[in-house]
């Protein structure tokens, strides 16, 4: 999964909480990954400033600092506007997640995702980079009438115009979009997020996807929800 | 019992007031009527001293005689106020007394005398059927007829015989026989005595008038029958006895009269306790206002006097016991009813003493009203008083208790409503700023609804706090679990694991259904309105619901015309979820769960029924409330009361009400979200 070439990926680790701190490291460790871990902003802040890690992932609260997490994403992407950056909360507020992700996280994640979901995420962070790296490759590109979608780089455009959605919704939106016309419930949709999470989060994933591609296209109207069933996406 | 009643009862024991006063007024009364007794008694006993000293003036020339003796003729002398009409009646003669029978010899009569200031007046009535007319010219010695003998003294002693006699009914002269010259006895009228003589089916009337200057002291009067010879009456052969004319002494009222002050009337008698003069009337001069506004009440307090004697008189003589009593040389006084209505009369009576005899008495007479208008006049006040101040008490003891009542009412029905249906607490009580007792128990209710209010607060918060809190710790172990897992375990220890995971899912699950009103709640805070139609998102999620729940068998019901709507059909979607799963739940396994959505004026009604255990009444509002769980079966799923009340957390996002009631048949309940239509 998550191999480099030549030198081993570099995983940043911001989390107050020892336990979990060393549990995300050793399974990320175990990925062949290089962890550093932080158990507060201002010490992963100086790291940060000597040496950029390739991904993050980042605790909302630390310590004493409620919102701790989100001032230090802003700092890291003042930094850098390339490195991923996945949060990490015990709190489901959604609120949250819109601010975390307006910051320019690339994915909002609750405290109780498992360790092997959490690794497919880093992976697949990691092969977005190197997607984005290579040259176009215009074959991972699936178009569905104004969507396209790029598989590889993780990337979806509405007529033409780059939608910037998470990971989880890109997955989403990939899910619903493979099979235009077929109704894919709750269930479906976070396996194919590789998430657990509850009605309510997939209804909010779901609504922030739309208020996205809304703001491309004003009209947007191609996800539909089957009230009771899930969603489904019409051309 | 009211506060209101008790305190009016309280109030009412001031009537005891009026109560006392009555007794009190009856204490006056009788030491008034001691009084009034005595006074009265002295002022007899000095007019009849008074009078001691002048007999002459007070028993005229009667002279100290033997007792008053009917049947020898002594006859008392009625004073008659007007000059009756000489007609043979003596209805004008206004005398309640009749007639006395006069002795009789084969011949019934009766007898009155009266007089006036000028004429004595005689009334005779005889029983004798057959009228003898008097021949002309006749002789009372010798021929029979039908006559009255009169015999009279005359004032300078010498007896003077006349009769009365008639050939046919009408006015007669008396006639006397005269001896002429020729010395034949011959009848001569006597034009200055004149009668009537009245025939009637019994006999005849006849009723003489005689000047009294020719009357001395005695009279006699005699009926003879002409065919029968019978005679009744008294012949004054003898002038020494008998025919006595009694009378009242002339001048005997005006004397009498200076005595006496208005309101008495005195009365003189004589040993026989005839009257010899009277002064005086009983009536005087009332407060007419002050009797009638005192008499309504006079009832409840005045002394029984039905056993007092009834006052008794003739116009001829006095009786009763203090007549007897002075007569027999004792003065005395006693309190009479002057008639059956209990109008009481005070009569005294003291001797009036020459020398050592008792030669008549003073009859003093009173009316007891005097004694009553006083008792009246202090009661009438006393009365007005208490009354004011029973009806002031009895006022302001059903004001305040009125007020003290509505206060309490009032506290009490904030105290019924200080807990809302949907399970809200009212923290503010009226009265809580007053600083009485009933302001303190509004603010202990306030102390304590505060508390509750509290505990209730963190109650409700205490979800959200655990699945928070729990969410780290159960993180650490789920990852920690992943990491064992990823090193690798042995194959008799891969039991341990999938046991600790499945209890890691259990406690995960209770964690989210203890969060799920905290979540809702957020939801609802960031929710968006649209347009829908409520028809097609029912119908949608229902299809949905028949593959969620195989098991169960759900009918659906929904109006054919579009249900347009503005709200947030997710959280509609949220709150049929939880309807349904509540159905689902509680339905019997061979159920159906109906659903129907019905619009009914401004309003849509969503209805999920189920054929469940009916719902206790109590139960029925209280259904919706945060953390309240009504359960009888146990399933292993965790609740924790929270479904309902997600319900009604969305139905009053959309200005809705949830209502839960049990089907009218009784078997099963009925949970209906009223949704307006907006």
């Known amino acids: 999964m998550g191999y480099d070439r030549g030198m081993r990926k570099q995983i940043a680790i911001v989390e107050d909480e020892p336990a979990l701190r060393e549990n995300y490291a050793a399974a990320l460790a175990r990925q062949g990954y290089q962890v550093k871990t932080y158990g507060n902003r201002r010490s992963a802040m100086q790291a940060f400033n000597i040496h950029l890690p390739d991904l993050a992932i980042i605790d909302v609260s630390l310590e004493d600092e409620a919102e701790g997490g989100f001032d230090l994403c802003r700092d890291l992407r003042a930094l850098s506007a390339e490195v991923p950056i996945i949060f990490l909360t015990a709190r489901d507020s959604e609120l949250d997640a819109v601010s975390g992700l307006r910051l320019g996280a690339d994915d909002f994640l609750t405290k109780d995702v498992s360790l092997p979901h959490l690794a497919a995420r880093v992976a697949a962070l990691f092969r977005r980079i190197d997607a984005l790296r290579r040259p176009d490759n215009a074959a991972q590109i699936v178009r569905r009438g104004a969507l396209s979608i790029d598989g590889e780089k993780m990337q979806t455009a509405w007529n033409g115009v780059p939608v910037t959605l998470s990971l989880t919704e890109f997955w989403i939106v990939h899910a619903l979009a493979r099979n235009p016309g ?3 419930n709750r269930q479906q949709l976070m396996d194919a997020a590789n998430v657990v999470l509850d009605d309510n989060t997939i209804t909010s994933h779901v609504k922030r996807v739309r208020r996205k591609f809304q703001q491309v296209d004003p009209g947007f109207d191609a996800i539909q929800t089957v009230y009771g069933m899930g969603y489904r996406w019409v051309e | 019992m009211s506060i209101r009643l008790q305190l009016l009862l309280i109030a009412l024991t001031t009537l005891v007031l009026p109560w006392a006063g009555c007794q009190y007024a ?16 002295a002022a007899a006993d000095t007019i009849a001293n008074a009078l001691s000293a002048q007999p002459q003036r007070v028993f005229g020339d009667l002279g100290d005689g033997p007792a008053f003796d009917w049947a020898q003729g002594d006859l008392y002398v009625f004073p008659l106020h007007n000059q009756p009409l000489l007609d043979g009646y003596r209805d004008d003669w206004d005398l309640a007394v009749a007639p006395k029978s006069m002795p009789a ?6 007898l009155q005398a009266g007089c006036t200031e000028r004429y004595l007046f005689i009334y005779l009535e005889v029983d004798d059927p057959k009228f003898d007319p008097e021949p002309s010219n006749a002789h009372p010695d010798h021929d029979e007829f039908d006559r009255v003998d009169l015999t009279l003294q005359r004032p300078d002693g010498a007896l003077e015989s006349y009769f009365f006699a008639t050939s046919a009914p009408g006015p007669v002269a008396a006639q006397s026989v005269v001896r002429s010259d020729d010395g034949v006895d011959h009848a001569a009228l006597e034009p ?30 005699e009926a003879i029958d002409g065919a029968g010879g019978g ?8 002038s020494s006895q008998g025919g006595r004319l009694f009378s009242a002494t002339p001048g005997l009222n005006e004397l009498l009269a200076t005595f006496i002050g208005p309101g008495t009337r005195a009365t003189v008698i004589d040993t026989n306790a005839l009257k010899l003069g009277l002064a005086g009337s009983l009536t005087s001069s009332k407060d007419e206002d002050l009797r009638t506004g005192g008499t309504w009440y006079r009832r409840f307090i005045a002394g029984d006097t039905s056993h007092w004697p009834l006052q008794a008189s003739a116009p001829d003589h006095l009786e009763g016991k203090t007549v007897t009593a002075a007569l027999a040389g004792h003065p005395s006084a006693e309190w009479l009813r002057a008639n059956p209505s209990q109008a009481s009369l005070l009569s005294a009576a003291a001797p009036i003493k020459i020398g050592n005899q008792t030669r008549g008495a003073v009859v003093l007479e009173q009316a007891g009203d005097q004694l009553l208008d006083l008792r009246d006049r202090a009661l009438t006040h006393l009365f007005n008083l208490t009354l004011l101040g029973t009806a002031l008490a009895v006022a302001i003891a059903f004001g305040v208790a009125t007020l003290i009542s509505l206060r309490i009412g009032r506290l009490r029905f904030a105290a019924d409503s200080a807990v809302t249906t949907d399970g809200r607490i009212r923290l503010d009580m009226p009265e809580s700023n007053r600083g009485d007792e009933i302001g303190a128990l509004a603010r202990g209710f306030e102390r304590l609804l505060a508390r509750l209010n509290e505990d209730t607060q963190y109650l409700r918060s205490l979800g959200g706090k655990l699945s928070h809190e729990l969410r780290t710790p159960l993180t650490i172990v789920r990852s920690s679990l992943d990491n064992l897992e990823s090193e690798g375990v042995r194959a008799d220890q891969a039991g341990y694991l999938t046991r600790a995971r499945e209890g890691i899912l259990r406690l995960q699950s209770i964690l989210s259904a203890l969060g799920a009103a905290s979540r809702v709640e957020e939801s609802i805070k960031q929710a968006e309105r649209v347009n829908f139609n409520l028809g097609e998102l029912v119908q949608s999620a229902v299809a949905g619901y028949r593959d969620g729940f195989p098991a169960a068998r759900i009918e659906l019901d929904t109006p054919t015309d579009a249900c347009s709507m503005h709200g947030a059909p997710d ?25 129907r959505l019905t619009r009914a004026d401004t309003n849509y009604e969503l209805a999920v029924s189920n054929d469940g255990p009916p719902i206790p009444p109590d139960m029925l509002s209280r259904l919706f409330e945060s953390l309240f769980e009504h359960r009888l079966g146990v399933d292993d799923q965790p609740h924790f009361g929270l479904g309902l009340y997600i319900v009604r957390l969305i139905a009053e996002f959309h200005g809705g009400r949830a209502i839960a009631a049990n089907r009218s048949t009784g078997d099963g309940a009925v949970f209906t979200v009223i949704l307006p239509v907006i």
């Open chain 1, 182 to 184: 077929h109704v894919k």
């Open chain 2, 26 to 41: 009856r204490e006056l009364e009788s030491t008034l009527r001691v009084s009034q007794e005595s006074s009265l008694l």
């Open chain 2, 105 to 110: 010899g084969g011949l019934a009569a009766r």
């Open chain 2, 192 to 221: 200055r005595i004149q009668a009537f003589w009245l025939q009637t089916s019994r006999g005849y009337h006849l009723e003489a008038r005689i000047p009294r200057s020719l009357v001395g002291s005695r009279l006699w009067i």
């Open chain 2, 231 to 238: 005679k009744a009456g008294f012949m004054g052969a003898d």
């Open chain 2, 571 to 595: 959280l509609l979607v949220q709150m049929l979820d939880k309807l349904i799963e509540n159905a689902v739940d509680f339905c019997s396994a061979s159920g159906t769960i109906f659903v």
